[in-house]
Protein backbone atom coordinates (compact mmCIF):
# COMPACT_ATOMS: atom_id res chain seq x y z
CA UNK A 1 0.00 0.00 0.00
CA UNK A 2 1.37 3.11 -0.75
CA UNK A 3 1.91 5.49 1.85
CA UNK A 4 3.03 8.95 2.81
CA UNK A 5 4.73 9.62 6.23
CA UNK A 6 5.10 12.84 8.08
CA UNK A 7 5.89 13.67 11.66
CA UNK A 8 2.54 14.72 13.32
CA UNK A 9 4.26 17.45 15.41
CA UNK A 10 3.63 19.92 16.96
CA UNK A 11 6.57 21.51 15.47
CA UNK A 12 7.24 24.26 17.59
CA UNK A 13 9.90 27.22 15.95
CA UNK A 14 10.13 31.54 17.96
CA UNK A 15 9.53 33.63 15.43
CA UNK A 16 11.95 34.37 12.22
CA UNK A 17 13.74 31.10 12.16
CA UNK A 18 13.53 28.47 9.75
CA UNK A 19 10.80 25.77 10.22
CA UNK A 20 11.39 22.62 8.61
CA UNK A 21 9.02 20.33 7.54
CA UNK A 22 9.81 16.49 6.42
CA UNK A 23 8.15 13.89 4.22
CA UNK A 24 8.90 10.25 3.36
CA UNK A 25 6.68 8.66 0.77
CA UNK A 26 6.94 4.43 -0.23
CA UNK A 27 6.12 4.40 -3.87
CA UNK A 28 8.55 4.86 -6.22
CA UNK A 29 6.45 5.38 -9.25
CA UNK A 30 5.82 8.40 -7.85
CA UNK A 31 6.60 11.33 -9.60
CA UNK A 32 4.85 14.73 -8.50
CA UNK A 33 5.17 15.80 -5.01
CA UNK A 34 2.82 18.74 -3.62
CA UNK A 35 2.66 20.95 -0.18
CA UNK A 36 -0.75 21.88 0.62
CA UNK A 37 -1.36 24.05 3.98
CA UNK A 38 -4.37 23.58 5.93
CA UNK A 39 -5.43 26.32 8.89
CA UNK A 40 -8.05 25.19 11.77
CA UNK A 41 -11.40 25.20 9.91
CA UNK A 42 -10.57 25.75 6.70
CA UNK A 43 -9.94 23.62 3.61
CA UNK A 44 -6.31 23.05 2.44
CA UNK A 45 -4.78 25.34 -0.02
CA UNK A 46 -1.34 24.33 -2.47
CA UNK A 47 1.53 25.84 -1.62
CA UNK A 48 3.98 24.61 -3.93
CA UNK A 49 4.53 21.59 -6.01
CA UNK A 50 7.81 20.30 -7.43
CA UNK A 51 8.83 17.37 -9.82
CA UNK A 52 12.77 17.18 -9.70
CA UNK A 53 14.94 16.36 -7.74
CA UNK A 54 17.17 19.76 -5.96
CA UNK A 55 15.68 22.49 -4.49
CA UNK A 56 12.50 24.58 -5.45
CA UNK A 57 12.51 27.98 -4.15
CA UNK A 58 9.25 30.26 -3.59
CA UNK A 59 8.85 33.35 -1.74
CA UNK A 60 10.05 32.01 2.12
CA UNK A 61 9.21 28.83 0.94
CA UNK A 62 11.57 25.94 -0.32
CA UNK A 63 10.54 22.40 -1.43
CA UNK A 64 13.05 20.14 -1.41
CA UNK A 65 13.29 16.50 -3.39
CA UNK A 66 15.37 13.59 -2.79
CA UNK A 67 13.84 10.81 -5.21
CA UNK A 68 16.64 8.26 -4.29
CA UNK A 69 15.52 8.57 -0.61
CA UNK A 70 11.92 9.35 -1.45
CA UNK A 71 12.40 12.10 0.95
CA UNK A 72 10.36 15.24 0.51
CA UNK A 73 11.04 18.68 2.90
CA UNK A 74 9.75 22.41 3.00
CA UNK A 75 11.44 24.51 4.41
CA UNK A 76 9.77 27.84 5.82
CA UNK A 77 12.25 31.03 6.13
CA UNK A 78 11.75 34.10 8.60
CA UNK A 79 8.49 32.02 9.76
CA UNK A 80 5.33 34.01 11.00
CA UNK A 81 2.58 33.16 13.35
CA UNK A 82 0.26 33.09 10.67
CA UNK A 83 2.40 29.98 9.41
CA UNK A 84 0.90 28.26 12.01
CA UNK A 85 -1.13 25.54 10.30
CA UNK A 86 -0.64 22.04 9.55
CA UNK A 87 1.45 21.20 6.56
CA UNK A 88 0.23 18.14 4.22
CA UNK A 89 2.55 16.67 1.78
CA UNK A 90 0.90 14.28 -0.79
CA UNK A 91 2.06 12.24 -3.65
CA UNK A 92 1.20 11.08 -6.97
CA UNK A 93 2.25 9.44 -10.39
CA UNK A 94 2.71 11.27 -13.46
CA UNK A 95 -1.27 11.02 -14.39
CA UNK A 96 -2.30 12.30 -11.50
CA UNK A 97 -3.71 9.00 -10.55
CA UNK A 98 -2.85 7.54 -6.86
CA UNK A 99 -2.40 10.30 -5.39
CA UNK A 100 -1.96 9.99 -1.35
CA UNK A 101 -1.77 12.68 1.39
CA UNK A 102 0.40 12.11 4.43
CA UNK A 103 -1.75 12.85 7.78
CA UNK A 104 -0.23 16.28 7.90
CA UNK A 105 2.68 18.16 10.53
CA UNK A 106 1.02 20.77 12.99
CA UNK A 107 3.35 23.44 12.47
CA UNK A 108 3.17 26.17 15.67
CA UNK A 109 5.04 29.46 15.46
CA UNK A 110 5.36 31.52 18.41
CA UNK A 111 5.74 35.24 18.65
CA UNK B 1 -4.04 29.51 -9.40
CA UNK B 2 -7.03 27.45 -10.47
CA UNK B 3 -10.23 27.55 -8.81
CA UNK B 4 -12.63 25.06 -7.00
CA UNK B 5 -15.79 26.12 -5.76
CA UNK B 6 -17.91 24.20 -3.37
CA UNK B 7 -21.30 24.90 -1.87
CA UNK B 8 -22.56 25.22 0.39
CA UNK B 9 -20.17 26.05 2.97
CA UNK B 10 -22.25 25.65 5.91
CA UNK B 11 -25.31 23.62 6.21
CA UNK B 12 -27.21 22.01 9.30
CA UNK B 13 -30.23 19.67 8.68
CA UNK B 14 -32.81 17.17 10.30
CA UNK B 15 -32.00 13.63 10.60
CA UNK B 16 -33.49 11.64 7.98
CA UNK B 17 -33.13 14.15 5.65
CA UNK B 18 -30.90 14.18 2.46
CA UNK B 19 -28.54 17.49 1.43
CA UNK B 20 -26.47 17.76 -1.53
CA UNK B 21 -22.97 19.68 -1.84
CA UNK B 22 -21.81 20.52 -5.23
CA UNK B 23 -18.37 20.84 -5.97
CA UNK B 24 -17.50 23.26 -9.32
CA UNK B 25 -14.29 23.86 -11.25
CA UNK B 26 -14.39 26.90 -12.22
CA UNK B 27 -11.53 27.72 -14.46
CA UNK B 28 -10.32 24.65 -15.67
CA UNK B 29 -12.55 20.82 -16.65
CA UNK B 30 -11.35 18.10 -14.16
CA UNK B 31 -12.60 14.16 -14.94
CA UNK B 32 -11.51 13.55 -11.88
CA UNK B 33 -12.82 15.11 -8.21
CA UNK B 34 -12.23 13.48 -5.12
CA UNK B 35 -14.68 13.97 -1.88
CA UNK B 36 -12.68 13.60 1.25
CA UNK B 37 -14.17 14.23 5.16
CA UNK B 38 -12.64 15.58 8.21
CA UNK B 39 -13.66 15.50 11.66
CA UNK B 40 -11.81 18.25 13.63
CA UNK B 41 -8.24 18.01 14.61
CA UNK B 42 -7.88 14.65 12.33
CA UNK B 43 -6.30 13.75 9.05
CA UNK B 44 -8.39 14.40 5.59
CA UNK B 45 -10.32 10.82 5.22
CA UNK B 46 -10.76 10.21 1.54
CA UNK B 47 -14.38 8.76 0.68
CA UNK B 48 -14.86 8.15 -3.22
CA UNK B 49 -13.26 9.03 -6.36
CA UNK B 50 -15.50 10.65 -8.64
CA UNK B 51 -15.14 10.21 -12.03
CA UNK B 52 -16.96 12.28 -15.23
CA UNK B 53 -19.23 10.09 -16.84
CA UNK B 54 -18.80 6.79 -14.50
CA UNK B 55 -19.49 5.80 -11.67
CA UNK B 56 -17.31 6.72 -8.44
CA UNK B 57 -15.00 4.66 -6.77
CA UNK B 58 -15.56 4.22 -3.25
CA UNK B 59 -12.97 3.93 -0.60
CA UNK B 60 -13.10 1.27 1.69
CA UNK B 61 -16.09 1.07 4.56
CA UNK B 62 -17.63 4.36 2.79
CA UNK B 63 -21.23 3.31 1.98
CA UNK B 64 -21.76 4.19 -1.79
CA UNK B 65 -25.93 3.71 -1.00
CA UNK B 66 -25.40 6.74 1.70
CA UNK B 67 -22.71 9.01 -0.03
CA UNK B 68 -24.49 9.35 -3.50
CA UNK B 69 -21.68 10.80 -5.83
CA UNK B 70 -22.22 11.98 -9.39
CA UNK B 71 -20.10 13.80 -11.72
CA UNK B 72 -22.23 14.70 -14.82
CA UNK B 73 -20.08 17.01 -16.17
CA UNK B 74 -16.18 18.27 -16.34
CA UNK B 75 -16.61 21.39 -14.09
CA UNK B 76 -19.54 19.27 -11.50
CA UNK B 77 -19.39 16.77 -9.07
CA UNK B 78 -22.19 16.50 -6.73
CA UNK B 79 -22.20 14.36 -2.93
CA UNK B 80 -25.68 13.92 -1.58
CA UNK B 81 -25.84 12.80 2.01
CA UNK B 82 -28.86 10.34 2.09
CA UNK B 83 -30.82 9.48 5.71
CA UNK B 84 -28.44 11.59 7.05
CA UNK B 85 -27.33 10.94 10.92
CA UNK B 86 -26.02 13.40 13.49
CA UNK B 87 -22.69 10.66 12.92
CA UNK B 88 -22.68 11.86 9.56
CA UNK B 89 -21.61 15.59 10.92
CA UNK B 90 -18.61 16.67 9.78
CA UNK B 91 -16.21 18.64 7.27
CA UNK B 92 -16.54 17.96 3.59
CA UNK B 93 -14.38 18.68 1.20
CA UNK B 94 -13.78 18.04 -2.46
CA UNK B 95 -10.80 18.43 -4.81
CA UNK B 96 -10.13 18.47 -8.16
CA UNK B 97 -7.64 17.41 -10.76
CA UNK B 98 -6.07 19.90 -13.10
CA UNK B 99 -4.55 18.06 -15.65
CA UNK B 100 -4.05 21.31 -17.34
CA UNK B 101 -1.60 22.36 -14.50
CA UNK B 102 0.63 19.29 -14.08
CA UNK B 103 -2.15 17.27 -12.34
CA UNK B 104 -2.20 19.46 -9.38
CA UNK B 105 -5.20 19.16 -6.87
CA UNK B 106 -6.73 22.42 -5.78
CA UNK B 107 -9.35 22.11 -2.93
CA UNK B 108 -13.08 23.45 -2.85
CA UNK B 109 -13.50 25.51 0.51
CA UNK B 110 -15.31 23.09 2.27
CA UNK B 111 -18.86 22.24 3.83
CA UNK B 112 -19.72 21.97 7.29
CA UNK B 113 -22.63 19.73 7.71
CA UNK B 114 -24.68 19.87 10.93
CA UNK B 115 -27.31 17.12 11.23
CA UNK B 116 -29.39 17.83 14.24
Known amino acids: QKEVEQNSGPLSVPEGAIASLNCTYS??????FFWYRQYSGKSPELIMF????GDKEDGRFTAQLNKASQYVSLLIRDSQPSDSATYLC???????????FGPGTRLSVLP | GAVVSQHPSWVICKSGTSVKIECRSL??????MFWYRQFPKQSLMLMAT?????????EQGVEKDKFLINHASLTLSTLTVTSAHPEDSSFYIC????????????FGEGSWLTVV
Open chain 1, 27 to 32: DRGSQS
Open chain 2, 27 to 32: DFQATT
Open chain 1, 90 to 100: ACSDNYGQNFV
Open chain 2, 50 to 58: SNEGSKATY
Open chain 1, 50 to 53: IYSN
Open chain 2, 95 to 106: SANNRDSGNTIY
